[in-house]
Structures are given as structure tokens and as C-alpha cells.
């Protein structure tokens, strides 16, 4: 249960040599080294920076993150169908800059002040006065009930601060091993959905010779978002698909969208009673680039069932790494079969399909951040790259840095990086092409170089298109262990390299 407002207390925390004005829950206030833990409940801070930037955290991988400046509101994403797939519906018309789980403000001489929630389903929102944490919704309704958890506090350089603040939420939330990621080769940024068996497996031929982990089937195999089953362009079925992929030495990869549905699909068909719907009964909408599809209602038993059964089949045919996408579905907003708040449902769901998945590798795409901590192995941390720098249009008219293109795909992913600690992140993959390729050499040399700093590395560049010196420097890259030291806010030395994105940054804003 959230305190409500009159069990706040007006207090003033010292954070560092900071003073600041504060309203939180009645509780202890712990000091650490690193800054403050603060009791359950909503946290309003009334901070001395005035109309400085603030980090918004996207809610979902591809959710826009980066500094924004607080003297511009906030502008929602256009056209509204979109907003889904770009950000947390709820809080995507909010006049005040909102950020999903975390919020940071920049104070004069570059340090920040940095508001973390430790557990799930909080927001942060700032304007000039005001820094305010809560944890949603501020009041509990008969559907959802309310969290609340509590905070950190820290001021303090960013990469401390933020580092400080990932060592708490492995306590609280978890994380994987300190494996090494998989190198993947992914079909997806080369054949998008024209996929078939015969020209995987053409690849394949080619892939088996380098240095790749994994062969990753994407987008295209199935017979329809929810209908998880090979379609006519894999006739031997993708179990055979698997043995063919594991015969060369590579583990068979799948990607599939666990918690969405299609109206086109059989499971749509047969089960309307297991889509999430609204309060007036209407189907929850997921998104649109598949025509329209709705989210499944995880907290129905047949549902999770279905789910367990899902996974167990396509880790049956031997697929060893998921690739599973727009698993922001399972926490849209909705009235539940069994209600619990939509970030609890989700992360229930997750559970429930990482037991059934046993050791394979599980990289989430399209998830929420916080909420995916603990229970995936690699989280995609930023929109889908694309073989061009930006799409003026959708970034800058339509407000929607969520879509795909190198650009924003950097942007996004390097304002993630501090999840390294908890979770492989995949800041997607890199091009050595030039064939059906419009980014210059000093584009995909950022793309490579932000693989090497965030330690995943992906590729959808067939073999066969590739010359000879993009061949050696695709060989190059599987094969680098770099040594990376972060120099500056977005300066890396790789093996002494320097590496600068302040030029993909700061025309941002
Ligand atoms: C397959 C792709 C690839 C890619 C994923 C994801 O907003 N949208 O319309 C939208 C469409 C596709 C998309 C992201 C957003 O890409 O990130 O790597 O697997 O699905 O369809």
C-alpha cells in the first residue's frame, strides 16, 4: 500500500554537500557511502539546479533515454498508435518530463542528483523545481493495487552514482552471471521478413566459418504472432532447421513474441477470452507494424500454461537463445484476470517463461528495463539500427525517437550502458557492409565501437555480401577482447583507441 499524502513528512536531506528540501513517507532515511535510502512511498525534492537537464529513462528497450532540457515540454510521439511501441502509454501526454524507473538531474558542475527506484513500477518526473519519485498507481483502484518501494538517493559524479545505484538494484531485483554475451549472427537486418529455410540455410553455409555463437532465426518463420509454428517457407519445420543449425557448431536461435497476439492467428481465434482488455471491455492494443495485435492477459492460468508450453516446444526443437520481442505487452495497462499491477504481472510472466526455458540464453527485446533485471540474460537497450544514420521526419516531426535508425539506436543505447553490470546489453547490431548500405564508414565505426564498450556483438551482414576487407574487419571484430576505459561522458579508449560520440549526442539536446 502507498502512504498516502498526509503520511508524508517535510524534511531536509543531505546528500553529499547538498541541502534539499524534501516531502517523503514517515520512515528512516539510511546513509551510504554513496548517497541516501529513502522509506516506501512518493518523494518530492525541491532541487536548487533551476531549468537544467534531466535523464529521462525510457520505459522499454526501445524507449528514447538521453539528457533532455527541462525549458522544453515534453512533446508525445506522433501518430498516437505508435506511442506503445515508443514509450509508456500512461505517461506519454504528461506535460512534465517523466522517466520510467529512474531520473537524474545535472547540477552546475556536472555532477547529478540522481532518484532511482529500487523496485518496480515507479516513475520520475522533474521541472525546475521539482524532482518526484512514485511508484504508480498514486492511488490504489479496485483493479490495481498500488506499490510502493523505496528510493536512492545519490549525488555524486554519473558514472559512480549510477554505478552505485545498479549495485542496489542486483540486491533487489538480481542479475545474470558474469558470462561473456554470445556472438550472434541475426537475420533480421538483412532479410527482415522475407525469410526461408532454403536461404537460411544458404547462409548458414557461409556463417559456420567465422566466429559466431549463435545463428539467430528473427521475424518471419512463424505463421503469425501468436500462431508459434513454421509457415510454408520452412517446410521441414524449424526443429530441422535447428539440427542443421547445431551441426555446423552454432547454438540454434529463435525469435518470438511471447505475450502478443494478432487477430489473424488460430490462438486469436480460439481464446478471445485470454486478451487483456480495457475497463469498458475493449482489447488492449499492443501495436500496429503487423497490422493490429493485443496483449495477452498473463495472469489467466491457461495462459500461463500456454506460455510454459510454448517455450518448452521451441527450446524442445532445440533453439539454446531467444530472441523474445515486445514483451512490453504483458505490461500494458488493462483490468486483469488476477489484478496486481501491470509490472508485477510481467515479471511474473517472465518468470514463468524463464523456468520453462531452463539454460537457454534469454535476450529480451521491446521490455521493460527494471522489471526484465534478474530474470534475462541480455536486454536490447536501445531502437532497432537500420542501414541509415536518421529518418528526419519520424525524429524530429513526429517526436519519435523510438524508430529505427543507427542514430538513435546509439543515442538510446549509451545512456544505458550502467546495466553492464546487471544484464549483457545488446545495443543491437553492427554493419560492415556498404551493399545495401547508406551509412559512411564513420557511422558503422561508432556502431562497432559502442558493440565492443557494451560487450555485445551482433551482425545481420550475410557473409557472401561482404568484400574481402569487410570481411577481415567483421573476423576482427569477433575475435577483439578489448580493454575499455571510459574517458569522458561519451569518450571510450578501446585498446587505446579514442572513441568520441559527443558528435551523436549533443545536436540532440
Ligand atoms: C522483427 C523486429 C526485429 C528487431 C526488433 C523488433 O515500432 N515498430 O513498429 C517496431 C517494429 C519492429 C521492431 C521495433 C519496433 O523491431 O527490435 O530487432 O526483431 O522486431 O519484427
Redesign the pocket.
Known amino acids: 500500500m502507498q502512504p498516502d499524502a498526509s503520511q508524508r513528512e517535510s524534511v531536509v536531506l543531505r546528500v553529499g554537500d547538498l541541502r534539499i528540501p524534501a516531502a517523503v513517507a514517515r520512515g528512516p532515511v539510511e546513509e551510504r557511502p554513496e548517497g541516501l535510502l529513502l522509506p516506501k512511498g512518493p518523494v518530492t525534492l525541491l532541487h536548487p539546479f533551476g531549468t537544467t537537464r534531466f535523464l529521462r529513462h525510457g520505459w522499454h528497450s526501445?524507449s528514447p533515454t538521453g539528457w533532455v532540457d527541462l525549458a522544453k515540454p515534453p512533446v508525445p510521439v506522433y501518430p498516437e498508435y505508435?506511442r506503445p511501441?515508443a514509450d509508456d502509454p500512461v505517461y506519454v501526454t504528461s506535460s512534465c518530463h517523466t522517466g520510467s524507473g529512474l531520473g537524474a538531474l545535472r547540477a552546475p558542475d556536472g555532477r547529478i542528483l540522481l532518484l532511482g527506484a529500487l523496485e518496480l513500477g515507479a516513475h520520475v518526473q522533474a521541472d525546475a523545481e521539482a524532482l518526484r519519485g512514485f511508484y504508480e498507481p498514486p492511488v490504489e483502484t479496485s483493479q490495481t493495487s498500488a506499490l510502493a518501494g523505496g528510493w536512492f538517493l545519490g549525488y555524486g559524479e554519473e558514472g559512480t552514482t549510477l554505478s552505485a545505484y545498479a549495485r542496489l538494484l542486483a540486491r533487489g531485483l538480481g542479475k545474470r552471471g558474469p558470462t561473456r554475451a554470445p556472438r550472434v549472427w541475426c537475420s533480421?537486418y538483412a532479410f527482415y521478413r522475407d525469410i526461408s529455410q532454403d536461404e537460411m540455410l544458404g547462409v548458414l553455409g557461409q556463417v559456420g566459418e567465422l566466429k559466431f555463437d549463435v545463428f539467430q532465426v528473427?521475424?518471419g518463420w512463424q505463421r503469425g504472432i501468436g500462431d508459434w509454428e513454421a509457415n510454408d517457407r520452412f517446410p521441414s519445420g524449424m526443429e530441422a532447421l535447428a539440427e542443421r543449425i547445431s551441426a555446423t557448431g552454432l547454438q540454434p536461435g529463435l525469435?518470438l513474441c511471447p505475450f502478443i497476439v494478432s487477430p489473424r492467428t488460430r490462438l486469436f481465434q480460439q481464446h478471445p477470452e485470454w486478451l487483456l482488455r480495457d475497463s469498458t471491455g475493449r482489447l488492449v492494443e499492443a501495436?500496429h507494424?503487423w497490422g493490429d495485435y493485443y496483449c495477452l492477459d498473463t495472469t489467466v492460468p491457461d495462459v500461463q500454461a500456454w506460455l510454459a508450453g510454448l517455450i518448452r516446444r521451441v527450446t524442445g526443437w532445440g533453439y539454446r537463445y531467444l530472441?523474445l520481442?515486445f514483451l512490453y505487452g504483458a505490461a500494458m495497462p488493462g483490468e486483469r484476470h488476477r489484478p496486481m499491477h501491470r509490472e508485477q504481472a510481467y515479471r511474473e510472466a517472465l518468470e514463468i517463461v524463464r523456468d520453462a526455458a531452463g539454460d537457454a540464453y534469454i535476450l529480451g527485446?521491446?521490455a521493460p528495463i527494471l522489471s526484465s533485471l534478474g530474470v534475462v540474460d541480455g536486454l536490447?537497450i536501445g531502437p532497432?539500427v537500420a542501414p541509415f544514420w536518421d529518418n528526419y521526419d519520424r525524429s524530429e516531426l513526429l517526436h519519435d525517437r523510438?524508430g529505427p535508425g543507427a542514430r538513435n539506436a546509439i543515442h538510446t543505447s549509451l545512456h544505458r550502458l550502467w546495466l553492464r553490470e546487471l544484464v549483457h546489453t545488446d545495443p543491437?547490431v553492427v554493419y560492415f557492409r556498404t551493399r545495401y548500405n547508406l551509412l559512411t564508414t564513420a557511422q558503422k565505426d561508432y556502431l562497432k565501437a559502442l558493440a565492443l564498450i557494451a560487450g555485445f556483438k551482433a551482425t545481420s551482414d550475410p557473409p557472401a555480401w561482404l568484400d574481402p576487407e569487410e570481411r577481415t574487419a567483421l573476423e576482427t571484430f569477433l575475435a577483439a577482447e578489448p580493454a575499455v576505459i571510459q574517458s569522458g561522458p561519451y569518450r571510450f579508449r578501446i585498446d587505446g583507441d579514442e572513441v568520441d560520440f559527443s558528435a551523436v549526442i549533443e545536436p540532440a539536446g
Do not use: F, V
Open positions: 526501445w505508435r511501441m533480421w528473427d521475424d525469435w501495436g507494424n530472441k520481442d527485446c521491446g536490447r532497432d523510438s543491437d
